[in-house]
């Protein structure tokens, strides 16, 4: 049964139980053929001038369209809840009118010769169908949403999953990277080492060819002993131990060497007084013989404490 069938059959029931036959009112076929276009020019005039006084007509042609017409798209859908409530009313409507869908069919019968559905069995049949129809799409739209909430889940967990093997490799990265950083300082610490053993050891080669000259400087400037500083054979430096009267007046000492033209040859500063006589402890690198001026200085203002002669003898 097509939907305008099932239309009609709903309308003539609707028409039955209110009890209106009135031939001056368009019928279901007409209100369907008005809808569908399917009237002559004359018939369709007609129409049209009646729906224009009838309000019952027009609740017709409006039902008509209803049932015609696709549902648009501002249109919403039926929900859960609704389609429990149609169900129950339809349910209901059945039963009460289970006397009168009998009586109606027993007529047919008689009239026809053979079973039919009644009108109003018909239109709540057409009824049942919305329902179970609206029904399965509530039901459709439910297993939808249970296939993406499961879809959403197993992504979840992939991600999780990934999420986990990505920390277990960091993890192996980050290990393998500090045990290559633990070998290299190791690694750093052991040539250091054999580098300070390595000096050490020059260091002390060095110190057994190197002279060591004790000379005490008086506080008066220009003393008449010259500090005496020999270079042997090819020994190419020399060590001045200078003894002072103040040695901790000043927590540092300067020293400049000057030759005999001026020009300075050497020049130290931070020299600090050592042991218990205070000593001042200087390097001096091989020079050419002949006579030079050492000059003494207190405190990191270079405070001038006095100027001596140095006398150098550079052996062959």
């Known amino acids: 049964m097509t939907n305008g069938e099932e239309f009609r059959a709903y309308m003539k029931a609707a028409n039955r139980t209110s009890g209106s036959n009135d031939n001056r009112h368009l019928t279901e076929a007409q209100a369907i053929a008005y809808c569908r276009k399917e009237m002559s020019a004359a018939e369709h005039e007609a129409a049209e001038a009646h729906l224009a006084w009838c309000e019952q007509c027009i609740t017709l042609f409006r039902n008509a369209r209803d049932f015609l017409e696709p549902a648009g798209d501002d249109e919403s859908g039926v929900s859960a809840a609704e389609t429990d409530e149609a169900f129950r ?14 009586v109606l069919s027993g007529d047919f019968q008689r009239a026809r010769g053979r079973r039919k559905l009644s009108t109003v069995t018909l239109a709540l049949a057409a009824s049942l169908l919305l329902s179970f129809g609206a029904l399965g799409w509530v039901t459709w739209r439910l297993f939808g949403e249970r296939q993406s909430r499961r879809q959403s889940q197993e992504t979840a967990m992939r991600l999780e999953n990934r999420q986990r093997e990505l920390e277990q490799q960091l993890s192996q990265v980050e290990q393998h990277g500090s045990e290559r950083l633990k070998q290299e300082r190791d690694q750093r610490l052991a040539a250091e080492a054999e580098r300070d053993q390595l000096q050490a050891r020059l260091s002390q080669q060095s110190e057994q060819y190197i002279p060591v000259y004790s000379a005490t400087l008086s506080s008066a400037r220009g003393a008449e002993d010259d500090v005496q500083l020999r270079f042997p054979g090819a020994v ?5 131990r200078l003894l002072i009267s103040k040695p901790y007046e000043f927590p540092e000492y300067a020293i400049e060497l000057a030759d005999g033209n001026g020009k300075t040859v050497l020049k130290t500063a931070g020299l600090r007084p050592m042991g218990d006589d205070g000593a001042l402890n200087l390097r001096v690198n091989r020079l050419n013989s002949g006579k030079y001026r050492l000059r003494l200085f207190g405190g990191r203002e270079k405070k001038q404490l006095g100027e001596y002669g140095v006398s150098v003898t550079a052996g062959r």
Do not use: G, P
């Open 89 to 102: 009313s339809l349910w209901q409507r059945v039963q009460s009118d289970s006397d009168t869908a009998t």
């Open 236 to 240: 190419k430096a020399a060590r001045l």
